[in-house]
C-alpha cells in the first residue's frame, strides 16, 4: 500500500513497489520480496488475471466488486461504485488527490490495489460528512475558502482529517509537512493552511 | 477539423491573438493589452442606463461571501466531467504518436477490433490522407478504441499496429536558429516578424551614459490542470450531449457542430464543475472531444475519454518559451532613452510565441524584431496572462541592471520611468505604498554581505491585463415563494463565478446571497463568452445585473399598487421592498413576492457598457532566502498590491490573487517541460519531476485589493500571475549579487552562475 508517510505498511505488491521495480523483477524477487510475492512463484494463492470477487469495507459500510486485481482502489469505488470524490489526477502517487485513508492512515488510493485493503477500514472524502453536517475539516475549507477548482480538494481534506487524528492540534510545521504530500494547481495553500490551523475537536484517531 | 499542423497565426491558437509587440502598458488612452477572448472593448453601444449602475451602499458586492459550491467541493458531491458515470458507459483511448515527427504508413486496428470488451475503434489520422498524414509531436493524435473497462481500452491500445516512417525533427531552439535544423515546416523553421521602431533607437543610444547587452529567457511550462481533459459523450438519436472540461461551453457547443458536421442546434454541452484550465480549455474543438463523440456515435453507447497525464503534458498546450539579446541605454540621472530587442521563442510546432517587449516601461527609442522558432512539440495554448509573465521577467530583470548602473533605488527608477498614475496604470503610487508596507527601506544593496550561506533579498515587479470582457447574457425569475434563479451560459473554472451570479442578484434584490439559485455551465442557458482572459466577470456581471434590476422593476410594478406608492419610489433593500423616502410604506421580500403569482416574474439581460471596464494595475513584492551552498531558493514573503475595479466578491477574488501568486513562484522556481535533446521527448510527462509548489514552499503572502470601485467590473484571474516570478528572481539577484537571466531558478543554475562570477 503506498502509505504517505513512508513508513512500512505491511502490505504486499503494491503499484509503487512495481513502478520502482519494473525491469528488475528478480533482484526484488530476491532481495524483498514479500511474502505473498513469494507464495505466488510457488503458486499459491495466485489471483487473476481475469476478474476475481473483491471485497471492501468503505466508510463503515461493505463493497463487493468482481475486479481484475490490477485494479486501484481509487479506480475500484471511482468507476465501479460510484464514488467520485477523490480523484485521480497524477496517477502516480505524487500529488495527493487521491488521499484515502486506510486503517487510520493516510495513502494514496492511486497507488494501493483494491484486493490489498481488503478486511481493512477505509474511508474516503465520500463518506466524511454525516447527516449530522460537514466534518469540522470540511467546514473549515468552506469558512476560509480553502479551495478553487476543488479537484484536489477531496484528496487535501483527507490529508488533514488524516493529521488532525493523528496531532489534534498540529503545530505549524506539522501541518506543512502533512500536507506536503498534495498539490493544488489553483494555488490555494495559504488559506488551506489556515483552515486547518483553525479546526477545533477533531479527536485522536 | 482543422488539422493542428497548420502554423498558426501570430498569437498562436486561434483564441489569444497576442502580436509579437503589443504595447499592452494600458496607460491612458492607450489600446489595453491583448486578452484571450473577449477583448476589453464591447460592441459600440450606448452606455448603460444610469439605474442599472453600481449604486452603493451594497450589501453583497464587495463583501466576504462564501463559494456556495464549497460544500459540494468538499465532499465530493460535486461531479465534474471525470466523475460523469453513464449507464452502459465505455472508456476511450487514444493512440499517440511516440514520434516528434513521423508519417503514418499504415494504421491496423484488426487486433484491437477482437480484443475483449472493445465496442468501437477509430483512425484519426488516416494513412492515404497526405494532408493529415503526419504526426508533428510526441504525443499526436493518431487513433482510438473505446472498450467496456477503462483497463480493457487501455489493453486493447496497445495491440494498434502503427507503422512510421520516422521523420528528422526540429528539437533544438538554438539549431532551428542557427539554421542548422533539419527542415521540416513550411517555409522556413523560423518565422521573422516584422520589425516593429518607435522613436530614434540611434538618437536615443546617443543620449545614454550607460548601455547594457545581454540576454535573457524563459522556459517552456505546461498547464497542468489538475482535472485533465476529456468529455463524456451521449447521443440521443442525432442529438448530442456532451459533458466536457472546458472553459466555454458555448464554443464548444460550436466546435462539435463543426467538427461533427451536425447543427448546432443538435449539440448540448455541460460543465457544472471543473478541475483548473488556465486557458488550455478554450479550444473548441479539442480533438479528443471529437473522438469522444465519433466513438460514442459508432458504439451507440456513451464514452467517456479523460486524457492521462503524460497525455496532459505532451498534447495539450503550454506556455511558449521567450527569449530577447537586450541593448538599452540610460542617461545617467536614471531615464532609459533606448531598447534594441531582438526576441523570439517557441510555441511548438507551427505555432507562434508572442509576448509584450518592452513591459509597461516604454522607453521613447525602443525597437523590436521577432522570430517564432517552430519545432517538433505539442503547440502552445494562452496560458494565464499569455505572454504576460515572459514580457514581465524579461523587462524587470533589464530594468533593474539598468538601475544598478545608475546606482538608483529600483522602486524610483521604476517610477522615474513610468507614466504618471492613471485610473488603468496605477503603477507609480501602488510602488510607493507597496514599498513602504513591505519594509523596502530595509533592502541592502545588490549582493547580502551576511556572513554564512543564507542569503536574503527583496525584489519588484509590476503587471497589467485587460481583463474586460462583453459576451454576457443572463435570465433572471422570481417566484411567488421568494426564491431567486439566475440562468447564465457561463461556467465556473474554479475562480467563482458561481457565486459570483449569485451575489450580483442578491446584492440588487437587497436579499441574503444564499437566496439566489444560480444556473450555469449548460448551453441551455442564454450564451455567454469564454472564461479566458479574466474576461468572465466583467461580460456577465452586468448582465446579470440589468437582468436582475429588469426583473425587480417588474417586481415593483406589482407591488406598487398594494402600497399606495409609485413604482418608481420603491427600493429594494434588507429583505424589503420600500418607499425610498417612507420606509413605513413597506413589504418583505417574501411578501412582496406573493404578488407574483403561480408564473414566475422573469427578465433578461445583455452585457452594456458603461459597468465593467478594462485594463488593471499591481505591484508585487517579494522577499527570498537563498542557501549559497546548495542553490535552493526559499520565498519567504510576498506582498501584492493588485486592482480589479469594483469587486463583487471579495474572497474568491483574494483567491485569485493568492492563486496567480503561487503559480508564478512556480514558473520562478520548479516547473519546466524538459524535452531530450536528441529525441524530442518529454523526460518529465508526470507529476514527480515536472516540479511543483507544496506547502512548505508557500510564503507568507499579503494581499491588498485596491479600491477602484467607480470603474464597475474588471477581472482579476489573470494579472496577479503575471509580476511574482521577475520580483523572485530579482529578490534572487538582490540576495547573491549576481544575475540568473533565465528561468527557471533551480539550484544548479544559481550554483552555476556563481561560479562564474567566481571565476570571472
Known amino acids: 500500500m503506498a502509505s504517505k508517510d513512508d513508513k512500512p505498511g505491511g502490505f504486499a505488491f503494491t503499484r509503487r513497489d512495481f513502478l520502482k521495480s519494473a525491469g528488475v523483477v528478480s533482484a526484488v524477487t530476491a532481495a524483498s520480496a514479500p511474502p505473498e510475492a513469494e507464495a505466488q512463484t ?81 474511508r474516503n472524502v465520500d463518506g466524511l460528512a454525516t447527516a449530522a453536517g460537514l466534518h469540522p475539516v470540511q467546514q473549515a475549507f468552506c469558512d476560509k475558502d480553502a479551495l478553487m477548482c476543488g479537484f484536489c480538494t477531496p484528496g487535501f481534506v483527507m490529508a488533514s482529517v488524516a493529521l488532525l487524528e493523528k496531532h489534534p492540534s498540529p503545530t505549524p510545521e506539522q501541518i506543512r509537512k502533512g500536507l506536503d504530500g498534495n498539490i493544488c494547481r489553483c494555488g490555494t495553500f495559504s488559506r488551506i493552511f489556515e483552515a486547518v490551523s483553525s479546526v477545533k475537536g477533531v479527536t485522536r484517531g | 477539423m482543422a488539422d493542428s499542423r497548420e502554423p498558426q497565426a501570430a498569437g498562436g491558437g486561434g483564441q489569444a491573438p497576442i502580436p509579437p509587440q503589443p504595447q499592452g502598458g494600458g496607460r491612458g488612452g492607450q489600446a489595453p493589452p491583448p486578452q484571450a477572448q473577449g477583448g476589453g472593448r464591447g460592441p459600440q453601444l450606448p452606455p448603460a442606463d444610469p439605474k442599472y449602475h453600481w449604486t452603493p451602499p451594497h450589501t453583497a458586492i464587495g463583501t466576504h461571501v462564501k463559494r456556495l459550491d464549497g460544500p459540494d467541493k468538499v465532499t465530493g458531491r460535486a461531479k465534474y466531467t471525470f466523475d460523469i458515470n453513464r449507464p452502459g458507459m465505455l472508456y476511450g483511448r487514444i493512440i499517440r504518436s511516440p514520434h516528434p515527427h513521423a508519417r503514418i504508413v499504415a494504421v491496423d ?167 483548473g484550465g488556465f486557458g488550455s480549455k478554450l479550444g473548441a474543438q479539442d480533438p ?148 513602504k508596507e513591505f519594509g523596502w527601506d530595509k533592502r541592502h544593496p545588490t549582493g547580502d554581505t551576511t556572513p554564512g550561506p543564507i542569503k536574503t533579498g527583496m525584489g519588484v515587479a509590476i503587471n497589467t491585463w485587460g481583463g474586460g470582457g462583453s459576451q454576457g447574457r443572463a435570465h433572471v425569475e422570481i417566484s411567488s415563494d421568494g426564491t431567486v434563479v439566475v440562468r447564465c451560459g457561463t461556467q465556473d473554472l474554479g475562480t467563482g463565478t458561481r457565486t459570483l451570479v449569485a451575489i450580483v442578484a442578491a446584492d440588487t434584490f437587497g436579499i441574503p446571497v444564499g437566496n439566489v439559485k444560480p444556473e450555469i455551465g449548460d448551453t441551455v442557458y442564454p450564451a455567454s463568452g469564454g472564461s479566458g482572459g479574466s474576461t468572465t466577470a466583467a461580460g456577465i456581471s452586468p448582465a446579470i445585473r440589468i437582468a436582475s434590476v429588469n426583473a425587480l422593476d417588474a417586481l415593483k410594478e406589482k407591488v406598487a399598487p398594494a402600497l399606495g406608492v409609485e413604482p418608481a419610489s420603491l427600493v429594494a433593500a434588507n429583505g424589503r421592498i420600500q418607499a425610498k423616502d417612507n420606509p413605513s410604506k413597506s413589504m418583505s421580500w417574501a411578501d412582496a413576492c406573493k404578488q407574483i403569482g403561480a408564473q414566475p416574474l422573469a427578465a433578461d439581460g445583455a452585457w452594456q457598457p458603461g459597468l465593467s471596464s478594462v485594463t488593471t494595475s499591481g505591484v508585487q513584492f517579494a522577499e527570498v532566502k537563498v542557501d549559497i551552498e546548495t542553490g535552493i531558493v526559499k520565498v519567504t514573503r510576498v506582498l501584492a498590491l493588485q486592482d480589479c475595479g469594483l469587486v463583487v466578491s471579495r474572497l474568491t477574488a483574494e483567491s485569485q490573487v493568492y492563486g496567480g501568486i503561487v503559480g508564478s513562484l512556480n514558473f520562478a522556481l520548479f516547473e519546466d517541460r524538459i524535452l531530450d535533446r536528441n529525441t524530442g521527448q518529454m523526460v518529465n510527462p508526470n507529476m514527480e519531476w515536472y516540479l511543483l509548489a507544496g506547502m512548505s514552499d508557500i510564503p507568507k503572502i499579503d494581499i491588498r485589493l485596491m479600491d477602484q470601485s467607480e470603474r464597475g467590473v474588471i477581472g482579476v484571474g489573470e494579472p496577479p500571475t503575471v509580476p511574482t516570478a521577475a520580483a523572485i528572481a530579482l529578490a534572487v539577484r538582490n540576495a547573491i549579487g549576481v544575475t540568473v537571466r533565465s528561468l527557471p531558478l533551480t539550484p544548479a543554475k544559481i550554483l552555476q552562475t556563481l561560479a562564474q562570477q567566481q571565476r570571472a
Not at chain 2, 460514442?296 to 505532451?314: C, G, Q, S, Y
Not at chain 2, 488603468?424 to 510607493?432: E, Q
Open chain 2, 109 to 275: 486496428m484488426s487486433a484491437a477490433q477482437k480484443a475483449p470488451g472493445v465496442k468501437a475503434t477509430l483512425i484519426w489520422r488516416n494513412p492515404a490522407d497526405t494532408q493529415r498524414n503526419a504526426a508533428m509531436f510526441q504525443g499526436d493524435e493518431i487513433a482510438a478504441v473505446a472498450a467496456d473497462t477503462e483497463e480493457r481500452a487501455i489493453d486493447a491500445a496497445r495491440l494498434v499496429k502503427v507503422e512510421y516512417e520516422v521523420l528528422p525533427a526540429v528539437i533544438q531552439v538554438d539549431q532551428a536558429l542557427a539554421g542548422a535544423a533539419p527542415a521540416v515546416f513550411q517555409p522556413s523553421n523560423v518565422r521573422q516578424g516584422q520589425t516593429q521602431e518607435t522613436g530614434d533607437i540611434a538618437a536615443g543610444f546617443k543620449q545614454a551614459a550607460y548601455t547594457l547587452d545581454q540576454t535573457y529567457s524563459t522556459h517552456v511550462i505546461t498547464h497542468v490542470c489538475l482535472e485533465t481533459h476529456g468529455a463524456v459523450c451521449e447521443w440521443d438519436g442525432d442529438n448530442l450531449t456532451a459533458w466536457v472540461s472546458t472553459q466555454g461551453v458555448n464554443a464548444t457547443k460550436d466546435g462539435f457542430a463543426q467538427g461533427l458536421q451536425i447543427p448546432a442546434s443538435n449539440v448540448r454541452v455541460i460543465t457544472q464543475y471543473m478541475g
Open chain 1, 42 to 122: 510457488a503458486g499459491v494463492n495466485a489471483v487473476g488475471p481475469g476478474e476475481v470477487p473483491v471485497r471492501l469495507t468503505v466508510n463503515g459500510k461493505r463493497v463487493d466488486l468482481m475486479i481484475e486485481p490490477r485494479v486501484t482502489l481509487l479506480d475500484a469505488l471511482r468507476m465501479r461504485a460510484d464514488m467520485t470524490g477523490n480523484k485521480r489526477v497524477c496517477d502516480r502517487g505524487t500529488c495527493g488527490a487521491c488521499t484515502m485513508i486506510v486503517d487510520g492512515r493516510a495513502v494514496y488510493s492511486c497507488s494501493t490495489l483494491a484486493i490489498e485493503v481488503q478486511g481493512k477500514q477505509i
Open chain 2, 288 to 435: 479528443q472531444a471529437i473522438i469522444c463523440a465519433r466513438l460514442a456515435k459508432d458504439a451507440k453507447a456513451p464514452v467517456k475519454i479523460m486524457l492521462d497525464r503524460k497525455e496532459e503534458h505532451l498534447a495539450t498546450g503550454n506556455r511558449p518559451s521567450a527569449a530577447a539579446r537586450i541593448k538599452a541605454g540610460v542617461t545617467a540621472d536614471g531615464t532609459v532613452t533606448a531598447v534594441d530587442a531582438e526576441s523570439w521563442g517557441t510555441g511548438g510546432a507551427g505555432a507562434a510565441a508572442g509576448f509584450p517587449l518592452p513591459y509597461l516601461y516604454l522607453p521613447p527609442n525602443r525597437r523590436r524584431a521577432h522570430k517564432d522558432v517552430f519545432i517538433n512539440t505539442g503547440q502552445q495554448r494562452p496560458m494565464r496572462a499569455p505572454g504576460h509573465p515572459q514580457g514581465s521577467f524579461i523587462t524587470e530583470v533589464y530594468m533593474e541592471e539598468l538601475a544598478d548602473l545608475v546606482k538608483m533605488d529600483p522602486v524610483e527608477f521604476r517610477i522615474k520611468n513610468l507614466p504618471p498614475d492613471s485610473p488603468n496604470a496605477m503603477h507609480p503610487s501602488y510602488l510607493r505604498q507597496g514599498a
